[in-house]
């Protein structure tokens, strides 16, 4: 898939550090959210999701935080490895479908 | 299950030509959706099914885009005629439930030229 490029924010980690993405969003109604990591040339993949019954999360390596407050959302993977090079969406459900944020595009280094 | 099944991957045009991409969703789920991506627009919804219907076609971007879905293990979405700012990577994903978690194709670059 094209990622979006130029214009996307990048966060730099080092292999073995901790990564924390973060996303805004938009409507208060809204009440799923899915994060996905979008590797070059793939679709869209699932990683975690979280409803706005909950605050908090966890998965393999991976914890999505809601904070309903601030309509914020954030996903933190532990021990960043090379595979976990990617760009990542949050996207959130309300009504009738998903909307997609930007994306971040996460680089690890070794 | 082979996922969802996008064709062709790459497809390069001349501007004015139709374009017809091509999808089938996992089996079982009820609910299909067309994304397109751009650097400039990221994810954009375009149109969804739900039960081969069409439900909101609102991001459709004009009457030169089409898409049809004539049973649950197919769909379409047409340009005609196409132009280059329609280059992007288009994707479709399906999912079992119209808002539950959306399964990606690995999408279908197009190139207008």
């Known amino acids: 898939g094209e990622n979006v490029g130029l214009h996307l924010p990048t966060l730099s980690v080092q292999e073995g550090d901790n990564s924390i993405i973060n996303c805004a969003y938009s409507n208060s109604a809204s009440d799923y959210f899915i994060w996905y990591k979008q590797e070059s040339g793939k679709g869209p993949q699932f990683i975690i999701d979280?409803?706005?019954?909950?605050d908090k999360r966890q998965g393999q390596r991976v914890t999505v935080l809601l904070n309903k407050t601030v309509k914020h959302l954030s996903l933190q993977i532990a021990a960043t490895q090379p595979g976990d090079s990617a760009v990542y969406f949050c996207?959130?459900?309300?009504?009738?479908?998903?909307?997609f944020g930007p994306g971040t595009r996460l680089s690890v280094l070794p | 299950d082979a996922g969802v099944i996008q064709s062709p991957r790459h497809e390069v045009t001349e501007m004015g030509q139709e374009v017809t991409l091509r999808c089938k969703p996992i089996s079982g789920h009820n609910s299909l959706f067309w994304y397109r991506q751009t650097m400039m627009r990221g994810l954009e919804l375009l149109i969804y099914f739900n039960n081969n219907v069409p439900i909101d076609d609102s991001g459709m971007p004009e009457d030169r885009f089409s898409a049809k879905m004539p049973n649950a293990s197919f769909s379409t979405l047409k340009i005609q005629p196409s132009e280059p700012r329609d280059s992007a990577v288009y994707f479709c994903a399906s999912s079992r439930t119209r808002t539950g978690e959306l399964f990606f194709g690995e999408g279908s670059r197009l190139t207008v030229l």
């Open positions: 996207a959130e459900n309300y009504g009738q479908n998903f909307v």
């Open positions: 979280i409803r706005s019954n909950m």
